[in-house]
C-alpha cells in the first residue's frame, strides 16, 4: 500500500518516464483504477473507462469523496492489515511513526471515557467520524467536511494541470490495450478444438440409432 501523501497526489503523482504498471506509478492506479470505481457505478466504469478520459467518467466529488474515507479511515486500515498478515513481532517495525504516534494520542483520549463500548468505537482511530458501538455512525464532523472541500477543489485543479491531462491520455491508452488484449485472449480460447464428447448429452447417440 503506498503512502497516503502519494494517493493524495492523484495524477500528478504519476510518473511519465516509468511504465503505467510500474511501482512507481502504483499510487495513482489504485486510486483511479481500484479505489474510484468503489464510489460509482463498477458496471459503468468497465464500459467506459476504456472508451473515455478520467474526467467524462468520474465527477470531482467523486475523487474527493474517495480522497475523504482515504484520509479518515487510513490508519485503521493499515493497523488491520499488518495484524491479519503480519506476525505480532513484526507489526511494530514496519509499522509507520504517525501511526504508533496516533495509538498514543487516543488510549489517553480512552482513559478518560467512563463507557466501555465508546472507548472501543473511538479506538478504531478515524480522523472524522466516530463509530459507536460498532452499528451506528454519528456522521462526518466540521473538519472533515471542510477537508472534503479541499479535497474537491485539488481534484479539480489536478485535472487542469498538463500532468494531469497527459495522465488521463496515458491511462486511457493502458485501458485500451488492455481492453484488447483481454479480447484476444477470448478469441484465442475460443478457438481450440473441442474433444468429441457423448457422456454429456444423448442426443448423439439417438441420432447415430435413427441413422441405422
Not at 467518467?57 to 498478515?85: C, D, F, H, P, T
Not at 462526518?140 to 481534484?155: R, T, V
Request: charged share 35%.
Amino acid at each position: 500500500m503506498p503512502p497516503l501523501s502519494d494517493l493524495k497526489s492523484l495524477r500528478s503523482g504519476f510518473d511519465h518516464n516509468e511504465p503505467v504498471y510500474s511501482l512507481q506509478n502504483r499510487a495513482p492506479l489504485l486510486f483511479y483504477k481500484l479505489f474510484l470505481p468503489c464510489v460509482g457505478s463498477i458496471k459503468t466504469c468497465d464500459k467506459e473507462v476504456h472508451q473515455k478520459l478520467l474526467r467524462e467518467v468520474y465527477s470531482v466529488s467523486q475523487e474527493g469523496y474517495v480522497l475523504l474515507e482515504l484520509a479518515n479511515n487510513y490508519i485503521v486500515w493499515m493497523k488491520n492489515a499488518l495484524k491479519r498478515y503480519k506476525h505480532d513481532e513484526d507489526i511494530q517495525r514496519d509499522e509507520p511513526e504517525e501511526h504508533q504516534s496516533k495509538e498514543g494520542d487516543e488510549t489517553s483520549s480512552l482513559n478518560n471515557s467512563q463507557d466501555e463500548r465508546t472507548r472501543k468505537g473511538l479506538s478504531r482511530g478515524t480522523q472524522w467520524t466516530r463509530s459507536r458501538y460498532y452499528t451506528t455512525m454519528d456522521g462526518w464532523s466540521e473538519d472533515g467536511m471542510k477537508s472534503y472541500n479541499e479535497y474537491c477543489l485539488s481534484a479539480k485543479n489536478d485535472r487542469k494541470t498538463k500532468n494531469g491531462i497527459d495522465f488521463e491520455t496515458s491511462f486511457l491508452k493502458q485501458m485500451k490495450k488492455d481492453k484488447e488484449l483481454l479480447h484476444s485472449r477470448k478469441n484465442k480460447s475460443d478457438m481450440f478444438v473441442e474433444p468429441y464428447n457423448d457422456l454429456c448429452d444423448d442426443s448423439g447417440s439417438d441420432k447415430e440409432n435413427n441413422n441405422d
